[in-house]
Structures are given as C-alpha cells and as structure tokens.
C-alpha cells in the first residue's frame, strides 16, 4: 500500500462493464424516461434507485450528458403541458386548490428526479454551464403552468377576489393563500412581484381611495382616524399571514397615502372634530392615534404641528391682551401655568414627547408672552404671591416644583432685565416686611435665577439677604451696648441697606416723632462709630411700626402701620381732629403719598382707625381727620400698611419702564466697545447683529438704541467711521 | 443491532452486509436512496443492492463507513478528498494482502466511493 501512495496520484474512473453498443445510450435513455413517468403518475414505488442512479451515472460518464439532460427537459415540459390543462380545468373555488395540490406534487417529482440524476447535476452541468435540476423545474413549472395565459390571467384575478372578499369582511383559506404566495416567491422575486404583488397594490390603492372618500364624508375625525389605523392594521396582519414580509411596506405605504396623506388637511382642519377640537376637549386618545398616524406620512406631523403652533399662538395672544385677564397678575400667570401644563400633558401622554412639538410649544410661548410688555412684572408679582402667602405649608417637593415651573415661564422671557428690576423691588419690600413664608424658597429660586442668567444677575439680589443678617448681628451689637437706656423706650429695629444693592428709591422727607427721633440718633451714632467713613440716610417709605392703640370702650389693638402713618397717628395722641393741612405742615410728607397713607387710614372698611370729614372715597387738601373711637375689629392685631407689592399704575409702569431703557445704554455701549476691541473693523449690520446676540439672554436691543449709542461712542471718540464706506466703523484703542 | 435501524448492502456476488442505517449514510447516495420521497424499493425494503460492486470492494467500504463515523464524531472533518483516501489507507492496511485480492486499481475504488457513493463533497471528475 505505501509503494503505491508514491505514486504520482491519478484516478481512474470507477467504470462499470459497459457492452459496447450503439443503442446504448438510447436504451439506457428509455430506462430513465420510463422512470420519469412513473414517478409523475404517482407509480414509482417498486423502482429501484440504484438502477436508475447507475444508468444516469454511466451516462454522463460516457459522455451521453446532453441525450440525458435534454431528454429531461422534454419529459418534464410534457407533463407539465398535462398539468397546466388539468388546472385550467378546474372550477371556480377549486383552481387554487388544483393548483396547489399540483405544485406540491411537482415539487416532490422534481426531488426524486433530481436524486436520481445527482452525478449529472454536480459534474455535467457545471461543466456546461446548464440550469441545475431544481432550478429547471421551477422555471418550467413557470414558464409552462403559471405563465400559460389561461392559468396566468385566472390566477391574478382569484388572489385579487379573495383579498377583497376578506376586505370585505369574508372568511377566506388563508393557507392556501400562503402556500400559492410561497409558490409565487419560490419560483423567483420578479414572479411574484409581476404576478401577484404590483396588481395587488395598484388594485388596493383604488379600493382604499374609494373607502377614505366614503369614510370622509360619512365620518368625523376621530372615527376617521380609527377606521383607519384599522385597516392598517388589518393589512400588517394580512400580509404577516399570508404574503411575503417585503410587501408590508408596500401596502402600508399604499393604505397611508390613500388614507390620510391625500385627506391630510381636510382631517386635521374638520370642523367640530379636528385637532384643534381634540385639543380644547383633551382628547388624548385620538389625539395620539392621531400622531402615530401621521407621522407616517411625508409631512404629517409637520402640519399637526403647524395647526397646533397657530393655535396656542392666537389663543396666547387673546390671553396676554384681554383686559379682564390683566386686571389680576397673579391669576394671569396661574393661567399661563396651567395652559403650559395642559400641552405639556398633551406632548408627553399624545404626541410621545415628541422633542419638535416641545419646540414648537415654547416658541409659541415665547412668542405670546412678550406681547405684552408686562409679564415680567406679572411674573415677579405671582412669585410675591406665592412667596408670601401662596406656599405656606406647602412641602420642600411642592414648593420647588412650583418654582420650577416659574422659570420655566421666566425662560420665555425676552425682557429679563426688566423681571429682574420688579423682582428685586418686590424682593426689597418681602424683606422689609419680614412677609417671606420661607427663607429657603426665596434662597432656592435665587439659586435657579442665577444658574439661569449667570452670577451677575443674582448678586444683587444676595447682597439684600446678606444685609438683613448684618443688620440682625448690628442689632445685636446695639441693644447689647445700649441696653440699659434703651429699655423704656419704643423698641427699635433697624435694617441698614447697602445702596448698590437695594432698588434705588428717591429720598422723601418725613419727620419722625420725638420719641422716635432720640433712639434714632442713638443708633446713628452706633453705627457710624463703628464703620467710618459711611453715610447713613433713612428710608422713611420703607418703614414699618407696631403702635399700641387704645380705643373708646377701652379696646387695645395693635396696629401694624407704614412709617407714615405712624407719624400721622402719633400727631392724634395731642389732639382728637386734624385737618389734612394740619398733618401735612408737621410731617412734610410727599402730597401723594401722604394721601395714599390717609386713605388706607380713614377709608378702608374694617381698618378705618381714623374718621374722615366728609365721608368721600378721596383724600382733599380741605378734609379733616378725626380718631376712631367706635373702631372695633375681631382680631388684636390689625394689619394697616400699604408695602404689600401690587401692579403698577400706568405712570408708575411708564417710569420703570424709563429707568429700564436708561439702564440698558450703558450695557449696549458696552457690548459695542467689546466687539470692536477685538474685531477692530466691522460693519453697521455686524455690529448690530453681534451686540444682540451678546445681550439677548437679558433683553432684545432696539436696533435703532444700538444706531444711537454707536454715535454717541463716535462723538466721545471711541469709535470713528471709515472715510470710504459711511456703513464702516473702527475702532480706536 | 435493530432491524430499523439497519441497513443490507448486497454486493454483485450476492454477499450481504448488514450495517446501521447511520454508517450507510455516510455515503450521499445511500442517504438519497433511502430518503428520496417516493417509495423507491430500497427505501421500502432497506436493502441496496450493487450489482457494480464486488464484496471485497464492499467489505472495504463499509469498513471505511465505520471509520469515518468513529473519527468524525465531535471533530470537525474536512469532507475532503485526502480525509477519504486517509480512512481507507487505514481500512486498507488492516486487512493483510487485501490489495492482491482486488480486481482493478485501488484508485478506482476510490472513484468509486467518492464519485459514486458520494462520500466526500470533492468530486473528481474523469
């Protein structure tokens, strides 16, 4: 054996002893044709395989390959031409079934056939290149049986009715329905697409156009809607049952575009049903069905969501500029939270947090709530609310999730330097008052404020926290030096404000009582002898006093009063009527504001500690002022003072609104002289761009503002225009 | 051995060889022969007969099925022409003076099982 295996290798064919015959090729064909027949009329049981896989062998061996193959060829063509005639035989309801029976009997012959023919179909026809015999088989029991015209047409035409039929609501053989649409895929992609699958569509498209007409008509917007995710949903399972999975795509495309993509507007626009409608009556369920249809289609969501961006858009623009709406602050900003909680609720559980409608939604919001100039002074007062009253007993989790929602709000705001001058207003008499539920809350939105806008924004707003604490720890200091020759005497509590910090209030005369005037001096001196230097000024509007009354029947009350009113009810412990002359000359205080305290003095029911001559609802220089006697309330403590934060009149408005725009030259110069120091030569639309692009986290410059303060900086020469170009500026170091 | 589990291969003279259906196999023929759908006699009767195929040849190739199915267990075998020539150099030499008593070349044996029996997936072709 090992001598042998050195041998260079050959081999031999294992050749069987063939006589050498001239009909041999022809016998040996019969033998194998014979076969073929038995075996298409169920009749091969009893053959033998080795018989058969011989003959072929020695065949192809022989070199008789094509007698072999083209022999094949005929015989099958033949009996398949049977075949086809005994499916176009059949009746109505059992062609498919004809069909099906004989397809899957032509595929268990061609196995058979192909076993026995194995030597040829693994060296004869790769050698020549010829169609394999499984191949062969199917391509003859196409072009023969599916594709012989009487077969083809009748075929086409019973897929199709029994699609419709089942549309229809019909029970059909879903089976046989798989099994020819398996039929269809396995003789090739093209044959089922050119067959069955393009007529399918083309005919879907048309009875899917008629139903959404009919559907339209006959249907409001929801019910629409319903119908058809539907028949969606009936055509993904169709197809899962009994079609080939590329086709899904297909047809849903088909269903999308008849059914929503060609009504797209008219659905979203019905009247009485349509988005806008779903959206006044939360109807989140159609809603949401509504988002997942669409959003199939090219564009769908976009016009949901430009319908819904208009709507929010005009309902806003009603809601900032109805005056009944404005006349109380706290309740339009409460409005405002709760629209912007409604789309939110809307955007999560309907249109799956979709982050473009988010978009949408706060730009909608930016864009109404700065149409009317006075939501940030809206917005600081909500906050006043909440923070003096609004929040009491409220959890740690509520109150930040109050706060939070406020900024969110407070980001829509294009004018935040505005906010933060009412804000610190607000904030300044919260403090004064000692009125602040929770010192924490404030502390806690301080921190938002300034994650929000940056440090620059909130240390004004700290320096106040921080001046109330140093004035406790003064206070300590004072009563602890001069406690002895203070203890008789009216109890004193003062804040002492660092300017910078506080809003800027003009300086009012007032003369303090005499009892008063002593302790003030003392502190005064306190101070000032122990930080030189400084210059103290008091802030007689900005006041408190607690008063110890006592009234006819011998009634006590505490009256909680402004530091006007103190001195102007200081003034009745020496005489039980005045006029308004005779208040005014000994207090000197402002007209105006002397009438506002009087009024909250004399003319409020339940707190009319003084008596007014004549009874008018106004303050005339000629009324005359007389004590109480017959006041009586149920509480002890009774609450006078006017330094609650309210809505600005319309001068009041007018006058922040001034200070507001001089407070912004000065930040627009600034950004001006920062972008030309480093860009040395730009141009007027340049600069005019850049600087509001610098300031608009505080505020929106007025292009003409920027055109001004750039002039003004050309006069003081920080700045000159280029002798060429007029619309050139540069900058000089 | 069960009888369903078997299978007779009857070489020319008429010598019966019992084997497992599972060694048969081994051989893509015989595997086709008994598995064809159908009803062919083998396949009915589970006897081959090889009226091409002397016993000594036989004898050898079925020697050569249970070699294959005892290497190939839990292995990765190549299916390729020198794993055949390999198991029956092995099957060859065990039977002393096996070679004198062939009629016709070792290689044609060879052709045989591999082109005709289909035991390996490498046909070589004449």
Known sequence: MSAQKKKAFQIEAFKHRVVVDPKYAEKTWKILEHAIHEIYNHNASGLSFEELYRNAYNMVLHKFGEKLYSGLVTTMTSHLKAISSSIEAAQGGLFLDELNRKWAEHNKAMQMIRDILMYMDRTFIPNTHKTPVHELGLNLWRDVVIHSSAVQTRLQAILLENVRRERSGEVIDRGLMRSISKMLMDLGPSVYQDDFEKHFLEVSADFYRLESQDFIESCDCGEYLKKAERRLNEEIERVSHYLDAKSEVKITNVVEKEMIENHMHRLVQMENSGLVNMIVDEKYEDLGRMYCLFRRVPNGLVLVRDVMTSYIRDTGKQL?????????????????????????????????????????????????????SRSPEFISLFVDDKLRKGLRGVTEEDVELVLDKVMMLFRYLQEKDVFE?????????????????????????????????????????????????????????????????????????????????????????????????????????????????????????????????????????????????????????????????????????????????????????????????????????????????????????????????????????????????????????AAIVRIMKARRVLDHNNIVAEVTKQLQSRFLPNPVVIKKRIESLIEREFLERDKGDRKLYRYLA | MKKEDTVKLISSEGMEFVIDKEAAMVSQTIRNMLTSPGGFAEAEHGVVTFPEINAVILEKICQYFYWSLQYSRGKETDDSLSFVIRGFSFVAESTPDWCSCLRGSVYVVLHCMVAYLQISCVIVLT
């Open chain 1, 421 to 669: 001058k009412y804000y610190k207003q607000h904030l300044a008499k919260r403090l004064l008052s000692g009125k602040t539920v929770s010192e924490d809350a404030e502390r806690s939105l301080i921190v938002k404020l300034k994650t929000e806008c940056g440090y620059q924004f909130t240390s004004k707003l700290e320096g106040m926290f921080t001046d109330m604490k140093t004035s406790q720890d003064t206070m300590q200091g004072f009563s602890a030096r001069h406690g002895a020759d203070i203890a008789d005497g009216p109890m004193l509590s003062v804040q002492v404000l660092t300017t910078g910090s506080w809003p800027t209030q003009p300086i009012t005369t007032c003369n303090l009582p005499a009892e008063i005037r002593g302790m003030c001096e003392k502190f005064r001196n306190y101070y000032l002898g122990t930080h030189t230097g400084r210059r103290l000024s008091w802030q007689t509007n900005m006041g408190t006093a607690d008063l110890k009354a006592t009234f006819g029947k011998g009634q006590k009350h505490e009256l909680n009063v402004s530091t006007y009113q103190m001195c102007v009810l200081m003034l009745f412990n020496n005489a039980d009527r005045l006029s308004y002359k005779e208040i005014e000359q000994p207090t000197e205080i402002p007209a105006s504001d002397l009438k506002r305290c009087l009024q909250s003095l004399a003319c409020v029911k339940g707190k009319n500690v003084l008596r007014k001559e004549p009874m008018s609802k106004d303050i005339a220089d000629t009324d005359t002022f007389l004590f109480n006697d017959k006041f009586t309330s149920k509480f002890f403590k009774v609450k006078i003072g006017t330094v609650a934060a309210q809505r600005e009149s319309e001068p009041e408005n007018q006058e922040t609104r001034q200070r507001v725009e001089e407070d912004r030259k000065p930040q627009i110069e």
């Open chain 1, 320 to 372: 900032v500029t109805d005056p009944e709406r404005l006349k109380d602050p706290v309740d339009f900003v409460q409005h405002l939270l709760d629209l912007k909680d409604k789309y939110d609720k809307i955007i999560t559980s309907a249109f799956s947090n979709d982050k473009t409608f988010q978009n949408a939604l706060n730009s909608s919001f930016e864009y109404f709530m700065n149409l009317n």
